[in-house]
């Protein structure tokens, strides 16, 4: 593939255009994010059974170089060390997952072992002074559950609500934030209908399916742990993104952005916060069955009221009915996730701008952050009283490691200083913006890409598992001391 030549990031934001710090609330918080399967290891160790990404690794294909999470960090026998480079990096938050497979294996009754892992690694966060910012479900299901129809079964989800009151036994006396699911438009439509994440379904219908199931799985979840403990901070994580027609003159592509801004966003937030699906996204999920998926009362139970919202940021889109005449388009890349994983998107098509790329081949797009905290806060998240954070927000690049052991990461620099200022426009804009999580704290097991894709502020060496804090960390940690971006 001819590779295309990066432009610098050159956005609008008054970050990289002012020579003055601009400062952070007080209040704000810094974070970084990882997740269980991606960073934990130790897959077969005290008690811990298969879940859908074991099982989804071994299908010849799925995951590329047939990569595992197996060791993958071996955080789960290196977290003191790591809670100890989070504390030196200065971060005041940790947001990670709890493996499912692991307090339950095989979704059957509580492992000892298991939920320990986590008792310990909250006490050891809380000892460094960092506050634990815990999420339930980072994609990976019991393979067990998934046997027995995974999401597209509508028992996962009180399953899923049992096994958040077990962990909640445990940890609810030192953990104050919980976050039911994260990035249901992944675990749904990207893992049930595109097949690209486990358990690599392809059917809309399942799709659909599951993504009621996890809605009605965060509901249920939502009113158990409020009923346990009123003064817990309560949430979810959504994947969210810009979507705007190429040419907003033309009928085609302002249909195109509306059925992405549809199927990805909104037939998420409506329900949550406004207890009903959008009526174009049942018409054009209609062939698909979503309404046989919806009991009386679900959407009651889905739109709980919520404390905080989670915005995972990566990039937005340019969108069409029409293949792209850009002339970049020639060398664009081709291997992106295809749109097969929207159930009713076909014949869209994304329109490269000719922004610089990530590693990832998504393209920089700081600006679309500040877009989005002003759309969700005013739309949603304001009216609701709910708080918004940026939960997940970071950049793969090939780094390569210097002479000297260090790693100069100037791009992810610029990439996160481009996106904590996109941060402050929205304040500046009036959005209670309340924090920033940077994914992610070190290099990990990228899904189906494997160890390929390399997201973190820290790079892991995955023959020795040294850390070395790149060029990045060290920047992001000092814009933490100084809570300002200069
Ligand atoms: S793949 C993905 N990511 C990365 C992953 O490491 C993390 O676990 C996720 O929370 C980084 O952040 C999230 N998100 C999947 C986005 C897929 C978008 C595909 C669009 C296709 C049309």
Request: aromatic letters at 10%.
């Amino acid at each position: 593939m001819t590779m295309l030549q990066q432009p610098p990031i050159v956005t609008e934001n008054k970050a990289m255009t002012t020579t003055d710090a601009r400062s952070f609330p007080p209040e704000f918080l810094f974070g970084a994010a990882t997740a269980a399967y991606q960073i934990e290891g130790a897959a077969h160790e005290d008690g811990r059974t298969d879940s859908i990404w074991d099982a989804f690794s071994r299908v010849p294909g799925a995951v590329l170089g047939a990569e595992n999470g197996d060791v993958a960090c071996d955080h789960y026998h290196r977290y003191r060390d790591d809670v100890a480079m989070m504390k030196d990096l200065g971060l005041q938050t940790y947001r990670f997952s709890t493996s499912w497979s692991r307090v339950q294996p095989d979704g059957g009754p509580v492992n000892p072992k298991g939920i320990d892992f986590y008792s310990r690694l909250v006490d050891e966060l809380l000892g460094a002074g960092i506050k634990p910012w815990l999420t339930l479900y980072h994609w990976d299901l019991p393979q067990a559950l998934e046997e027995k129809g995974g999401w597209a079964n509508r028992d996962t989800a009180a399953l899923f609500r049992d096994y958040a009151l077990n962990v909640h036994d445990a940890l609810g006396d030192r953990v104050g934030v919980w976050t039911t699911l994260n990035e249901p438009w992944c675990s749904s439509f990207l893992s049930y209908t595109g097949g690209v994440h486990a358990p690599g379904r392809q059917s809309p219908r399942d799709g659909v399916a599951a993504a009621h199931h996890l809605l009605l799985g965060h509901g249920l979840t939502i009113e158990a742990l409020r009923d346990r403990d009123p003064k817990l901070e309560l949430g979810i994580t959504l994947n969210l993104t810009v979507a705007k027609p190429a040419d907003p003159t033309r009928a085609g592509d302002v249909d195109a952005a509306r059925r992405i801004d549809g199927q990805f966003n909104r037939v998420f937030l409506d329900p949550i916060f406004r207890g009903s699906y959008p009526e174009d996204v049942l018409q054009d999920v209609a062939q698909f069955g979503l309404t046989d998926f919806i009991q009386a009362g679900d959407l009651a139970q889905i739109s709980q009221p919520i404390d905080t919202l989670g915005v995972n940021y990566y990039h937005g889109e340019l969108v069409s009915d029409r293949p792209a005449e850009h002339p970049l388009l020639a060398q664009a890349p081709t291997s992106r996730p295809t749109r097969s994983a929207f159930p009713a998107a076909d014949g869209v098509f994304n329109h490269p701008q000719g922004l610089p790329l990530t590693a990832m081949e998504w393209e920089v797009q700081p600006d679309g952050l500040r877009e989005l905290l002003v759309h969700v806060n005013t739309e949603y998240a304001a009216p609701a009283g709910t708080s918004l954070y940026v939960t997940e927000n970071g950049a793969a690049f090939d780094d390569v490691v210097a002479a000297d052991g260090s790693v100069p990461d100037p791009r992810r620099t610029e990439f996160l200083k481009a996106h904590l200022g996109a941060v402050l426009d929205a304040i500046d804009e009036g959005v209670g913006v309340k924090g920033y999580f940077y994914w992610s704290l070190m290099d990990n097991y990228e899904w189906a890409w494997g160890y390929d894709k390399r997201f973190g502020i820290v790079r892991v060496d995955y023959e020795t598992q040294k850390r070395t804090v790149k060029d990045s960390g060290l920047a992001y940690a000092e814009i933490i001391r100084d809570r300002a971006l200069s």
